[in-house]
């Protein structure tokens, strides 16, 4: 069993810039492709950014895609999403999840796939 444990989340003005870390129990983090997903009360998980095993292959939505840089480190068994240039639509809670099962390479856009998930930090973007 993984635990993931996100941080970083909070309110900033539109423009502005945070950065999230999910964090992971456990010793097989790098065999792991990891994603961060956002979802909205009632509403589906959107994808938004996903980084595969090793961090060779990177994949990001579209409404972010410019904006967003995911990134890893697996020395720490962290994952990160800076995000920049945010805007009120950015506005969510933000999930991180790890995809036991990935194949080398593939940054999993699928959020019904992931196998582990943490329990959320809530990112508020207004002026």
């Known amino acids: 069993q993984v635990q993931l444990v996100e941080s970083g989340g909070g309110l900033v003005r539109p423009g502005g810039s945070l950065r999230l870390s999910c964090t992971a129990s456990g010793r097989t983090f790098s065999t792991y492709a990891m994603g961060w997903f956002r979802q909205l009360p009632g509403k589906e998980r959107e994808f938004v950014a996903a980084?595969?095993?090793?961090?060779?292959?990177?994949n990001y939505g579209g409404s972010v895609k410019g904006r967003f840089t995911i990134s890893r480190r697996d020395s720490e068994n962290t994952v990160y999403l800076l995000m920049n240039n945010l805007k009120p639509e950015d506005t969510a809670v933000y999930f991180c999840?790890?995809?036991?099962?990935?194949?080398?390479?593939?940054?999993?856009?699928?959020?019904?796939?992931?196998?582990?998930w943490g329990q959320g930090t809530q990112v508020t973007v207004s002026s």
């Open positions: 980084i595969s095993r090793s961090g060779v292959n990177t």
């Open positions: 999840g790890a995809d036991r099962d990935a194949v080398f390479g593939y940054a999993n856009p699928h959020s019904s796939t992931y196998d582990y």
